[in-house]
């Protein structure tokens, strides 16, 4: 965009030889320029190293996106391992920087079926995160620890609201908090 720091982006892009080869909007896409983004594009590449999820990741997923992305924050924990690529952080910037081009040239090279494959999986990713979804795995979950040791759930267990909700955050630590989509 117009930020504080467009200046010094330009010379950056400037020293790297890389004016014409980066598009520079100026300032904040609409959501249909988003969406024609993601449609013509073959990955969405999330380096931040700040997002605690990034709604972009969703978004790409939705439209069957695959991800390459920096193994840290939400987008470690939310997009699915077979979804993407994963780039772990490196002890330098600049090592980091290798590893994220290393995944990209590696998904550049995959075969087109490789790349659809992970297309799938990336809308399947997307579509566990569905509110009808997210709810029926709460449900699965309350359930279980209601019944835990009882073969059963009723309210005659006696659990207090900070217990139960206690007993539902070890149940979910212990399996995973997200499953994965099969």
């Known amino acids: 965009g117009e930020g504080l720091a467009r200046e010094e982006m330009a010379a950056k892009l400037a020293e790297r030889n890389l004016v014409g080869r980066v598009r520079w909007s100026g300032s904040r896409a609409s959501w249909s320029e988003v969406r024609e983004a993601y449609s013509s594009h073959d ?19 939705c439209a069957a996106l695959p991800i390459i992305y920096l193994n840290l924050g939400g987008a470690r924990d939310f997009i699915c391992p077979e979804a993407g690529i994963k780039v772990d952080i490196a002890d330098s910037a600049q090592e980091t920087a290798l590893r994220f081009a290393s995944a990209i040239d590696g998904f550049s090279s995959l075969s087109i079926e490789a790349r659809n494959q992970m297309s799938a999986a990336a809308l399947r990713c997307a579509q566990s995160f569905l509110w009808t979804e997210r709810a029926a795995l709460m449900y699965e979950r309350y359930k279980r620890v209601l019944s835990a040791g009882r073969g059963h759930a009723s309210a005659a267990d006696g659990l207090s609201a900070d217990e139960f909700t206690a007993q539902a955050v070890q149940s979910a630590s212990q399996e995973g908090a997200w499953p994965r989509p099969s």
């Open 43 to 61: 990955a969405l590449l999330f380096t931040s190293l700040r997002d605690s999820f990034g709604s972009q990741n969703l978004e790409a997923m």
